[in-house]
Structures are given as structure tokens and as C-alpha cells.
């Protein structure tokens, strides 16, 4: 206790406990979730998106990367894999999105008794995690279709489903499953739930900043994978084109397929080894901090 | 009440057990399931990433009649693909009228039924990977590319824990109905009833935090008595825990064939 500044240190267990209280218990909700029907009222869908409230309180209360690491582990797990339902890449996207904008809502808050914060904090939350996902989404049909501004209709179409979903969730899921909960069970739960776990209840002078999961690691592997991106979307756009595409054949041979199906293997493992470093470098800050 | 009923119904912990149990366990004997994760995971990286990349419909079409073998020879229930194929086509449509709402015409077609091509492939190549390996094979193939010994704990986890906790879910959900009082109307399409049941879905989870603290303090305790955290950071632990997944002959002839089969398909289109 020399330097009350210091980042509220957890043990290794304890950050175990975090994660797994987080996991079981988020992926318990979606289970639940996946159960219960869905409502039309014209073309507006009342469905329970998720009991987002689950990770947001245990963010707020608990150190957050762990809960939301956690949470969005379990909605993998419980919702996806058990159910059979597991879709590979796609899910990387969703365990990112998810854990980074809980991760930020719990970052937010310094006080959990101060209502105003845990709200504030768990509507940015949502936000978040639905800006990504519309994003990402409007994104899957820009790469998916070539020349996406030439088709007509698409592109404004595209963006106004996402645009209406958007609003959808974060008005009636993230107000209904988010707010409310969140605000009712934090101060509730605060100060009951941490001696369970061995440990004392956050105090104001605990902070946690963004600079722990955005580290330079992350940005420069994002900027490779957009980059490369790019230049697949760039070599399609000029290279595979129907008009000359024999000539090219005959200009570089009949290598060329090779080395374009061998740079597509390349992104793959590319891909596979920075997902499996940013795992290592997650494990390694563990026994870093611990 | 009778919405609550039929929820409730599909609660049944039983049912959620052997759900679970067959969705694991149910297709061990098939070609897919004797091939080493590892090759899954390859095959995958590849049909699950490069279609996003291609243009060309008739290598794609190409892929997706690979697919289409595959997850045939996977045995995936006929169910998940019609559901899933309602669902892209779902998608497309409604992408397709949006559009022709916006100034789109026909020529819209095209760049949607290449899309739709594309989103088919990349599921039914996750379908007939994920479907086809069991946890146990599952979780090996991830600590063996890298992934942390947490994740496959806690899939192992998940699997163990999961029927307890929607049991002690349902006690408590029956308790809060029991202490509770139902609304005596069911007000306008059903909308107090349904309100009355989201808010005690959502107050029945203030109990179950509380527990479940304290079950993943035990557990984790239990875990510190028979080591598993020096397990998950020392390599040679992981080594010789791993020791079984093997490549055999068959990994390769199957890689082998998938790759001949892309390279046919791009030279033969080009």
C-alpha cells in the first residue's frame, strides 16, 4: 500500500475466478436468449439481442479486460460451439467488438454507486458494440462485391438496413437489457459480490486505461490485415479484369494462379499467426501482472 | 401465461442435456471426425478466408459444389442447412428490394448472387469443420495452434457446468414466480405478461451472480490444488498432453486433394 496510485493488483486466481464468474454466467444468458421468441411489429424486430447487462455489471465491478475477455469466451462457447452453431472467423470478429466495447464501459465508470456513470457507461457500451458490428457488416458486402458503387441501389440500401438495425438494438435491446439491468443490479451488487471472490470492492482510485488491450501490437496487425486488404480488393479490380485477362496468362505464364492461390495461403497464415500471437501476448501479460 | 408455459417447456434441463450431448457427440464415425484438427484448421483458413477475395462466379461456383460434397459427406442434418440457406437467401432478398427501392434495378441481381455464393461457401465450410470435430478434438486442435489453456478449459467447462446452472436458473426463476404475482390482464397483444416474465428473466440473475461467484471461486481453487495454472504456461505440460494428435496419411491425401481440386479450379476458369 505504498503508493495508492498504483492499478488495483489482482492475483492470478483471482483474475481466473473474474473470468470464469464472467463466462458461465454470460454464457448461461445467451443460452436463454437463443430460447426466447422474437417479436415483429411491422418491420421492427423486438428481439432480446443479448443480456448485455451481465458482462457491462461485471465490468463495472471487477476488473474489466478479464470480465469481457471472459463474456465474450462464454457467448463463443455457450452460444456458438455447444450449440453447434460455431462459425469460425466470423466469430472473431463478434469476440473483439464484444470484449473491446465492454472493456471500454468498464473503463468509464470510477464510482459503481454513482448511477448517473453506470448508466452513461453502459450505453456507451452498447454503442460501441453495435457501431463495430454495423460497420463490420457494411463491410463484409463492400469487400464481398466488386465495385460495390457501380451496382445500383446497393450501397444506400446496405446502409440503411445497418443504419435501422443500429438504432433498433441500441434503443429497445441496449435501453431494456442494458440500462435498466445494469443500473439496478451495480450498486446493488457492489460491495457484496467482491468478498466472494476474495477480493476488496473497487474504489475511486482504480483506473484502468485503454492503453492495456490497444497495444502497438494490435494497431500495426489491424493496419497489415486492412492493407492487405486493400490490395486484394486493388489486384482484383485491375488484374482480374475479362477484357485482358488472357493476354496476362501469356505475359507471366501460367505461374501467375500459383502465386495468387500462394498469397491467398499467405493471408491465411498470416492471419492465423497474428490471432495466435495477440492470444500469447494476452497470456503473457497475465503472468506479467500476476 | 400460456407463452410462459411454452417457454418453460423448452427449459426442460433434460432436454438441454441430450441437446447438448447429441450436438457433441452425435457424429463420431464420419470421414471428418478421424482427420486431425489440424487439418481442419488449414482447410479451413483457406475456404474460410479466400472467398471473400474472389470474383470469379464460376470459381466460386466451383468451391461451393466442393462444399456442397463435404457437408454432405459430414452428415450435417438437413435442418441447419435449410435454415441456413433460408437465411442467406433471406438476407439477400431483403438486400435485393432495399435496393430496387433505392434506384436498383436487375443488374443488382448479379453482385448479390455472387455475394450470396460467397457468404454459402464460408458457412458451409465452418459447418462441416466445426460440426464435424467433438470438444475434445476442438479444444487439442486450439492448444495446439497456440490458443491458451484457458480456452479450452473453459469449453471443457462450459460443457460440465452448463446443466447446473440452467437448473439453479430455473429454481430461481420458479421461485420469483411462486413469491411473485402474475398480472391479471394480459393487456394489449399480450404485452403485460411478456413484461412481467423479461423483468423476472432479468431480477432471477441477481440471485445467480451471487452463486456463481462463489462456484468460480471453488472451482478455481480446485484447479489450484491439482496445478492446472502451472499446466497452462509450461510448454512441456502442453507437450505431453498433446502427444496424441498425430497427421496421418489420410490428413495429407485430404489436403492434398482439396489443393488440387482449387488449383483445377483456377486454371481451368482463368
Given at each position: 500500500m505504498s503508493n495508492l496510485e498504483n492499478r488495483f493488483i489482482l492475483t492470478q486466481s483471482q483474475k481466473m475466478m473474474v473470468f470464469i464468474l464472467s463466462m458461465s454466467l454470460y454464457g448461461l444468458s445467451n443460452m436463454i436468449t437463443e430460447l426466447v421468441p422474437e417479436f415483429y411489429i411491422g418491420p421492427i424486430e423486438l428481439s432480446v439481442e443479448y443480456f448485455a447487462f451481465i458482462p457491462l455489471t461485471l465490468c463495472i465491478l471487477f476488473h474489466p479486460l478479464y470480465a469481457a475477455i471472459g463474456a465474450s469466451l462464454g457467448e463463443v462457447i455457450f452460444g456458438e460451439i455447444m450449440l453447434g452453431q460455431f462459425g469460425g472467423f466470423g466469430e472473431l470478429e463478434k469476440f473483439i467488438a464484444f470484449s473491446l466495447a465492454m472493456y471500454v464501459a468498464g473503463t468509464?465508470?470510477?464510482?459503481?454507486?454513482?448511477k448517473l456513470q453506470v448508466g452513461i457507461a453502459a450505453m456507451v457500451g452498447i454503442i460501441i458494440h453495435q457501431a463495430i458490428s454495423a460497420i463490420v457488416d457494411i463491410l463484409k458486402v463492400w469487400v464481398g462485391v466488386e465495385e460495390l458503387e457501380a451496382v445500383p441501389g446497393l450501397a444506400e440500401s446496405i446502409v440503411a438496413i445497418e443504419g435501422f438495425y443500429f438504432l433498433n438494438d441500441v434503443l429497445f435491446s441496449g435501453i431494456l437489457f442494458a440500462l435498466l439491468p445494469t443500473v439496478y443490479l451495480v450498486p446493488r451488487l457492489y460491495g457484496k459480490i467482491e468478498p466472494l471472490l476474495g477480493m476488496k470492492p473497487r474504489t475511486r482510485d482504480d483506473r484502468y486505461s485503454l492503453k492495456e488491450i490497444v497495444g502497438p501490437r494490435l494497431i500495426v496487425g489491424g493496419i497489415l490485415l486492412a492493407a492487405f486488404a486493400f490490395l486484394f480488393e486493388f489486384l482484383s479490380e485491375t488484374e482480374f479484369n475479362w477484357e485482358w485477362e488472357a493476354d496476362f496468362v501469356e505475359m507471366f505464364g501460367d505461374w501467375f494462379v500459383f502465386i495468387s492461390i500462394g498469397v491467398a495461403a499467405f493471408i491465411a497464415i498470416i492471419t492465423l499467426v497474428v490471432l495466435s500471437n495477440r492470444k500469447k501476448n494476452n497470456t503473457q501479460k497475465d503472468e506479467k501482472v500476476s | 401465461m400460456e407463452y410462459g408455459r411454452k417457454w418453460m417447456d423448452k427449459l426442460s434441463v433434460e432436454q438441454v442435456k441430450i441437446e447438448l450431448l447429441h450436438t457433441a457427440y452425435g457424429n463420431s464415425d464420419i470421414f471428418f471426425a478421424k482427420l486431425d484438427p489440424r487439418t481442419l484448421f488449414i482447410w479451413y483458413s483457406y475456404f474460410g478466408i479466400t472467398p471473400w477475395f474472389l470474383h470469379n462466379e464460376y470459381i466460386l461456383l466451383g468451391m461451393l459444389l466442393f462444399m456442397l460434397v463435404t457437408t454432405y459427406f459430414a452428415k450435417i442434418s438437413p435442418l441447419i442447412m435449410l435454415i441456413l440457406s433460408l437465411g442467406l437467401l433471406g438476407q439477400g432478398g431483403s438486400l435485393l428490394i432495399i435496393a430496387l427501392f433505392f434506384g436498383g434495378n436487375w443488374a443488382t441481381l448479379m453482385p448479390l448472387f455472387i455475394l450470396t455464393v460467397k457468404l454459402m461457401v464460408i458457412s458451409l465450410a465452418s459447418i462441416t469443420v466445426f460440426c464435424s470435430m467433438n470438444p475434445t478434438q476442438l479444444s487439442n486442435g486450439l492448444l495446439k495452434i497456440g490458443v491458451p489453456g484457458q480456452v479450452s478449459f473453459s469449453i471443457a467447462y462450459g460443457y460440465r457446468m452448463l446443466p447446473t446452472l440452467v437448473e439453479e436458473y430455473h429454481h430461481v426463476f420458479q421461485s420469483f414466480r411462486l413469491r411473485g404475482k402474475a398480472p391479471e390482464k394480459r393487456g394489449f397483444l399480450y404485452i403485460r405478461t411478456i413484461s412481467y416474465f423479461v423483468k423476472l428473466a432479468v431480477m432471477s440473475f441477481y440471485p445467480l451472480l451471487l452463486s456463481t461467484a462463489k462456484r468460480a471461486r471453488t472451482t478455481v481453487e480446485a484447479l489450484e490444488t491439482k496445478g492446472s495454472m502451472y499446466g497452462f504456461n509450461h510448454p512441456e505440460v502442453k507437450k505431453l498432453k498433446l502427444k496424441t494428435l498425430k497427421m496421418k496419411k489420410r490428413d495429407y491425401l485430404f489436403l492434398i486433394a482439396s489443393f488440387l481440386y482449387v488449383v483445377l479450379l483456377f486454371v481451368y476458369f482463368y
Open positions: 468509464l465508470v470510477r464510482d459503481p454507486k454513482n | -
